[in-house]
Protein backbone atom coordinates (compact mmCIF):
# COMPACT_ATOMS: atom_id res chain seq x y z
CA UNK A 1 0.00 0.00 0.00
CA UNK A 2 1.26 3.63 -0.90
CA UNK A 3 2.64 5.98 1.85
CA UNK A 4 -0.16 8.66 2.51
CA UNK A 5 1.04 12.33 0.79
CA UNK A 6 0.06 15.82 1.49
CA UNK A 7 0.72 18.46 -0.99
CA UNK A 8 1.10 22.00 0.56
CA UNK A 9 -0.11 24.82 -1.86
CA UNK A 10 -2.90 24.01 -4.67
CA UNK A 11 -0.50 24.50 -6.91
CA UNK A 12 0.54 23.57 -10.96
CA UNK A 13 3.73 22.25 -9.23
CA UNK A 14 1.71 20.16 -7.12
CA UNK A 15 -0.53 19.10 -9.94
CA UNK A 16 2.42 17.97 -11.43
CA UNK A 17 4.09 16.13 -8.51
CA UNK A 18 0.54 14.28 -8.55
CA UNK A 19 0.72 13.13 -11.76
CA UNK A 20 3.74 11.84 -11.16
CA UNK A 21 2.88 10.19 -7.87
CA UNK A 22 -0.51 8.81 -9.28
CA UNK A 23 1.07 7.35 -12.40
CA UNK A 24 3.83 5.40 -10.85
CA UNK A 25 1.76 4.70 -7.64
CA UNK A 26 4.48 6.58 -5.30
CA UNK A 27 2.16 7.79 -2.47
CA UNK A 28 -1.51 8.03 -1.84
CA UNK A 29 -1.95 11.78 -2.11
CA UNK A 30 -4.84 12.38 0.85
CA UNK A 31 -5.39 16.77 0.23
CA UNK A 32 -3.94 19.48 -0.52
CA UNK A 33 -3.11 22.29 1.97
CA UNK A 34 -3.67 26.22 0.32
CA UNK A 35 -4.47 29.33 2.32
CA UNK A 36 -6.73 30.34 0.22
CA UNK A 37 -10.31 29.61 1.33
CA UNK A 38 -11.88 29.95 -2.04
CA UNK A 39 -10.32 26.96 -2.52
CA UNK A 40 -11.45 24.88 0.84
CA UNK A 41 -13.60 22.48 0.31
CA UNK A 42 -13.09 21.96 -3.71
CA UNK A 43 -11.79 19.01 -5.28
CA UNK A 44 -8.38 19.54 -7.71
CA UNK A 45 -7.76 16.69 -10.16
CA UNK A 46 -9.95 14.53 -8.18
CA UNK A 47 -8.23 15.56 -4.89
CA UNK A 48 -9.61 17.37 -1.78
CA UNK A 49 -8.39 20.73 -0.40
CA UNK A 50 -8.39 19.96 3.17
CA UNK A 51 -8.25 23.50 4.48
CA UNK A 52 -5.15 25.90 5.03
CA UNK A 53 -1.63 25.21 6.52
CA UNK A 54 -2.53 25.17 9.81
CA UNK A 55 -4.99 22.29 9.67
CA UNK A 56 -1.41 20.45 9.12
CA UNK A 57 -2.37 20.05 13.00
CA UNK A 58 -5.38 17.51 11.88
CA UNK A 59 -3.21 15.30 9.36
CA UNK A 60 -0.07 14.08 11.68
CA UNK A 61 0.54 11.14 9.51
CA UNK A 62 1.22 11.76 5.55
CA UNK A 63 4.39 12.78 4.33
CA UNK A 64 4.53 16.34 3.24
CA UNK A 65 5.96 18.29 -0.16
CA UNK A 66 6.30 21.87 -0.65
CA UNK A 67 4.67 22.81 -3.49
CA UNK A 68 5.33 26.43 -3.98
CA UNK A 69 7.08 27.35 -7.29
CA UNK A 70 9.24 30.28 -5.72
CA UNK A 71 11.78 28.97 -3.83
CA UNK A 72 11.58 32.61 -1.21
CA UNK A 73 7.87 31.11 -0.91
CA UNK A 74 8.68 27.71 0.03
CA UNK A 75 11.19 28.92 2.14
CA UNK A 76 8.37 30.90 4.06
CA UNK A 77 5.83 27.93 4.00
CA UNK A 78 8.60 25.91 5.40
CA UNK A 79 9.12 28.31 8.59
CA UNK A 80 5.07 28.50 8.91
CA UNK A 81 5.30 24.62 9.03
CA UNK A 82 8.09 24.93 12.02
CA UNK A 83 6.25 26.98 13.87
CA UNK A 84 3.40 23.94 13.63
CA UNK A 85 5.47 21.46 14.91
CA UNK A 86 5.99 19.80 11.20
CA UNK A 87 9.45 17.84 11.75
CA UNK A 88 11.81 17.92 8.97
CA UNK A 89 11.23 14.38 8.93
CA UNK A 90 8.35 14.12 7.97
CA UNK A 91 9.75 15.96 4.06
CA UNK A 92 10.20 13.49 1.28
CA UNK A 93 11.59 13.49 -1.43
CA UNK A 94 10.37 12.92 -4.86
CA UNK A 95 12.58 12.01 -7.79
CA UNK A 96 10.75 11.01 -11.21
CA UNK A 97 11.54 7.33 -11.61
CA UNK A 98 12.71 7.55 -14.98
CA UNK A 99 15.72 10.09 -13.85
CA UNK A 100 19.29 8.43 -13.45
CA UNK A 101 20.52 9.23 -9.73
CA UNK A 102 24.03 8.68 -9.61
CA UNK A 103 25.41 7.31 -6.57
CA UNK A 104 27.36 10.17 -6.10
CA UNK A 105 24.77 12.68 -5.92
CA UNK A 106 22.58 14.00 -3.11
CA UNK A 107 19.49 15.17 -2.74
CA UNK A 108 18.46 16.65 0.25
CA UNK A 109 14.56 16.41 1.89
CA UNK A 110 11.85 18.10 0.28
CA UNK A 111 12.91 18.30 -3.23
CA UNK A 112 11.77 17.92 -6.11
CA UNK A 113 12.61 16.70 -9.09
CA UNK A 114 10.76 16.39 -12.36
CA UNK A 115 11.18 13.91 -15.72
CA UNK A 116 13.73 14.70 -17.87
CA UNK A 117 16.54 16.08 -15.68
CA UNK A 118 19.53 15.08 -15.74
CA UNK A 119 22.59 14.57 -13.27
CA UNK A 120 26.03 13.59 -14.29
CA UNK A 121 28.02 13.03 -11.66
CA UNK A 122 28.59 14.58 -8.03
CA UNK A 123 25.70 17.01 -7.75
CA UNK A 124 24.13 18.08 -4.98
CA UNK A 125 20.46 19.40 -4.58
CA UNK A 126 19.69 20.99 -1.09
CA UNK A 127 16.42 20.64 0.88
CA UNK A 128 13.30 21.82 -0.77
CA UNK A 129 14.62 22.46 -3.89
CA UNK A 130 12.82 22.35 -7.33
CA UNK A 131 14.00 21.41 -10.71
CA UNK A 132 12.21 21.14 -13.42
CA UNK A 133 11.38 19.04 -16.61
CA UNK A 134 15.04 18.81 -18.80
CA UNK A 135 16.59 20.79 -16.61
CA UNK A 136 20.70 19.66 -17.15
CA UNK A 137 23.00 19.60 -14.30
CA UNK A 138 26.32 18.36 -14.97
CA UNK A 139 29.59 17.76 -12.83
CA UNK A 140 29.94 18.96 -9.49
CA UNK A 141 27.25 21.76 -9.66
CA UNK A 142 25.11 22.66 -6.41
CA UNK A 143 22.20 24.03 -5.81
CA UNK A 144 21.41 25.33 -2.57
CA UNK A 145 18.21 25.06 0.07
CA UNK A 146 14.86 26.21 -1.91
CA UNK A 147 16.90 27.22 -5.40
CA UNK A 148 14.54 26.97 -8.36
CA UNK A 149 15.64 25.48 -11.57
CA UNK A 150 12.68 26.15 -14.32
CA UNK A 151 12.27 23.83 -17.39
CA UNK A 152 15.34 23.75 -19.87
CA UNK A 153 17.71 24.81 -17.85
CA UNK A 154 21.46 24.11 -17.84
CA UNK A 155 24.28 24.67 -15.66
CA UNK A 156 27.97 24.15 -16.37
CA UNK A 157 30.43 21.94 -14.10
CA UNK A 158 30.34 23.63 -10.58
CA UNK A 159 27.81 26.16 -10.90
CA UNK A 160 26.54 27.19 -8.22
CA UNK A 161 23.36 28.05 -7.33
CA UNK A 162 22.44 29.98 -3.89
CA UNK A 163 19.52 29.68 -1.55
CA UNK A 164 16.44 30.98 -3.05
CA UNK A 165 17.72 31.53 -6.04
CA UNK A 166 15.14 30.91 -8.74
CA UNK A 167 16.72 30.55 -12.81
CA UNK A 168 14.14 30.61 -15.47
CA UNK A 169 13.26 28.66 -18.28
CA UNK A 170 16.00 27.52 -20.37
CA UNK A 171 18.33 29.86 -18.89
CA UNK A 172 22.28 28.62 -19.05
CA UNK A 173 24.84 28.93 -16.60
CA UNK A 174 28.33 28.94 -16.97
CA UNK A 175 31.17 26.56 -15.09
CA UNK A 176 32.40 28.07 -12.35
CA UNK A 177 29.73 30.66 -12.12
CA UNK A 178 27.71 31.72 -9.34
CA UNK A 179 24.12 32.63 -8.70
CA UNK A 180 23.47 34.76 -5.41
CA UNK A 181 21.57 33.84 -2.80
CA UNK A 182 18.02 34.83 -3.22
CA UNK A 183 18.57 36.53 -7.31
CA UNK A 184 16.37 35.94 -10.16
CA UNK A 185 18.21 35.06 -13.63
CA UNK A 186 15.75 35.80 -16.69
CA UNK A 187 14.08 33.19 -18.63
CA UNK A 188 16.49 32.28 -21.27
CA UNK A 189 19.88 34.36 -19.95
CA UNK A 190 23.15 33.12 -20.23
CA UNK A 191 24.95 33.50 -17.27
CA UNK A 192 29.28 33.91 -17.75
CA UNK A 193 29.89 35.91 -14.77
CA UNK A 194 28.90 35.18 -10.75
CA UNK A 195 25.55 37.26 -10.48
CA UNK A 196 25.74 39.00 -7.19
CA UNK A 197 22.86 37.96 -4.06
CA UNK A 198 18.91 39.70 -4.43
CA UNK A 199 19.55 40.70 -8.08
CA UNK A 200 17.55 40.31 -11.21
CA UNK A 201 19.58 40.03 -14.08
CA UNK A 202 18.44 39.42 -17.93
CA UNK A 203 19.78 38.93 -21.49
CA UNK A 204 22.83 37.34 -23.34
CA UNK A 205 24.93 38.13 -21.71
CA UNK A 206 23.03 38.22 -18.29
CA UNK A 207 23.30 41.63 -17.44
CA UNK A 208 21.56 43.70 -14.02
CA UNK A 209 17.99 44.56 -15.53
CA UNK A 210 18.64 47.70 -13.94
CA UNK A 211 20.89 49.04 -15.73
CA UNK A 212 20.57 47.58 -19.15
CA UNK A 213 19.93 49.28 -22.72
CA UNK A 214 16.77 48.13 -22.45
CA UNK A 215 15.33 49.62 -19.36
CA UNK A 216 12.63 51.23 -20.71
CA UNK A 217 11.28 47.72 -21.96
CA UNK A 218 9.04 45.38 -19.69
CA UNK A 219 10.74 42.15 -20.02
CA UNK A 220 9.06 38.92 -18.15
CA UNK A 221 11.36 37.26 -15.87
CA UNK A 222 9.50 34.28 -14.70
CA UNK A 223 6.11 32.88 -14.60
CA UNK A 224 4.61 30.53 -11.81
CA UNK A 225 1.55 30.36 -9.83
CA UNK A 226 2.85 32.39 -6.96
CA UNK A 227 4.27 35.73 -8.95
CA UNK A 228 4.95 37.52 -12.10
CA UNK A 229 7.74 39.32 -12.38
CA UNK A 230 8.31 42.01 -14.31
CA UNK A 231 11.19 44.71 -14.30
CA UNK A 232 11.07 48.37 -16.42
Known amino acids: ?37 ARHGTVLDGVPVLGPLDAVRDHTEPEILVCVGS ?22 TLVHPAVELPSTCEIGPGSIVLAGAVLTTDVTLGSHVVVMPHVTLTHDCVVQDFGTLCAGVSLG ?63 VLSVDDDERVTTR
Open 157 to 219: GWAVVGRAAYVGMNASVRERTHVGAGATLGMGAALVRDQPPGTVWVGVPARDASRGQDRGAAV
Open 1 to 37: MSRPLLLVAASGLAREVLAVVRTHQLYDVVGFLDDDP
Open 71 to 92: GRGREAVVARLTDLGVSPLRYT
